[in-house]
């Protein structure tokens, strides 16, 4: 990261300040995955507003781009800043003050109209230090986000969460705010090298969605679920997920009854809470996935 405003061009001082950011998503789960690892000569956190280090993060999942704040909405003509604030700060594009480490506060400061999206499940944090205001040394943690398309003051029931998905981009960046006492804010790095960034979604980063690489995966994964067509007549779709390269399936649905087929429908002939095991096999070995009593049926 380069410094954008006090210095602009000047390298990051690793006796200074370095950090480290690791980013991963998990297919499915529509959330982006942060560790940082950050060593700081002077780190300051006493103050209760936003005047201590931060961690700014900037996400436009749908890479949507264009201006998310109230200030710069070409609407500020036609409505008041107030009115703008509620109608779209924040709203396509979601700006993260991370605070490095909170102290007697909230973990962040949403830059917007939808506060709501720091809490839990949306979000959620993990700090590992032993760090006093004023200290040096390596602040360690994690945190997960969850990025909107459309987020509204009104809530999460008016928004639209991203949905994440491999190979595609997203827009995203993050800078550094570092103070080194009271009032003494140092630098301003800034991953995207355009102060913009903070405003505009036009001007983050280009992160693609990449699969988890082989090394990782495994050679076979039996994976499935379902779906109920009808649940007066207890007719029940199974759906295979499994990874690898699969040749065979076998479905036991828990009532004695059985199938080979990769998406096989069955109808169950009575009530009952039932284990499915789903077993799955091919070149690279064999792998189960039971799942007990998700499948029930009346």
């Given at each position: 990261?380069?410094?954008?405003?006090?210095?602009?061009?000047?390298?990051?001082?690793?006796?200074?300040?370095?950090?480290?950011?690791?980013?991963?998503?998990?297919?499915?789960?529509?959330?982006?995955?942060?560790?940082?690892?950050?060593?700081?000569?002077?780190?300051?956190?006493?103050?209760?507003?936003?005047?201590?280090?931060?961690?700014?993060?900037?996400?436009?999942?749908?890479?949507?781009?264009?201006?998310?704040?109230?200030?710069?909405?070409?609407?500020?003509?036609?409505?008041?800043?107030?009115?703008?604030?509620?109608k779209g700060h924040g709203g396509h594009a979601q700006n993260y003050h991370i605070f490095t480490p909170a102290k007697d506060?909230?973990?962040?400061?949403?830059?917007?109209?939808?506060?709501?999206?720091?809490?839990?499940?949306?979000?959620?944090?993990?700090?590992?230090?032993?760090?006093?205001?004023?200290?040096?040394?390596?602040?360690?943690?994690?945190?997960?986000?969850?990025?909107?398309?459309?987020?509204?003051?009104?809530?999460?029931?008016?928004?639209?969460?991203?949905?994440?998905?491999?190979?595609?981009l997203i827009g995203l960046s993050w800078l550094t705010i570092e103070y080194d006492g009271t009032g003494k804010k140092e630098?301003?790095?800034?991953?995207?090298?355009?102060?913009?960034?903070?405003?505009?979604a036009s001007y983050l980063c280009a992160f693609r969605l990449m699969p988890l690489e082989k090394k990782f995966q495994k050679?076979?994964?039996?994976?499935?679920?379902?779906?109920?067509?009808?649940?007066?007549?207890?007719?029940?779709?199974?759906?295979?997920?499994?990874?690898?390269?699969?040749?065979?399936?076998?479905?036991?649905?828990?009532?004695?009854?059985?199938?080979?087929?990769?998406?096989?429908?069955?109808?169950?002939?009575?009530?009952?809470?039932?284990?499915?095991?789903?077993?799955?096999?091919?070149?690279?070995?064999?792998?189960?996935?039971?799942?007990?009593?998700?499948?029930?049926?009346?």
């Open positions: 990261m380069i410094n954008t405003v006090f210095a602009e061009d000047q390298a990051q001082d690793p006796a200074d300040y370095a950090l480290k950011v690791k980013v991963g998503w998990v297919n499915g789960l529509n959330r982006l995955y942060f560790y940082l690892e950050a060593y700081d000569d002077y780190w300051d956190f006493e103050d209760p507003g936003l005047d201590q280090d931060i961690f700014e993060l900037v996400v436009d999942a749908d890479l949507s781009g264009g201006n998310f704040i109230d200030a710069s909405n070409p609407n500020r003509d036609r409505l008041s800043r107030q009115e703008l604030y509620f506060k909230d973990w962040a400061m949403i830059w917007g109209n939808t506060p709501w999206i720091k809490d839990y499940p949306y979000m959620q944090v993990v700090y590992d230090h032993q760090l006093e205001p004023g200290d040096s040394g390596t602040l360690k943690m994690e945190f997960y986000i969850t990025p909107f398309d459309h987020a509204s003051h009104e809530g999460f029931d008016r928004s639209v969460v991203s949905q994440l998905k491999e190979n595609e630098t301003f790095r800034n991953l995207a090298h355009d102060i913009r960034m903070i405003r505009d050679a076979i994964d039996a994976q499935w679920g379902f779906a109920e067509l009808n649940r007066e007549d207890r007719i029940i779709q199974f759906i295979d997920h499994s990874s690898g390269e699969v040749e065979r399936w076998h479905w036991d649905f828990g009532d004695g009854t059985s199938s080979t087929e990769q998406y096989p429908k069955h109808c169950y002939d009575k009530a009952g809470n039932w284990t499915v095991i789903l077993k799955v096999a091919g070149p690279g070995g064999v792998s189960v996935r039971s799942k007990a009593w998700d499948v029930v049926t009346k």
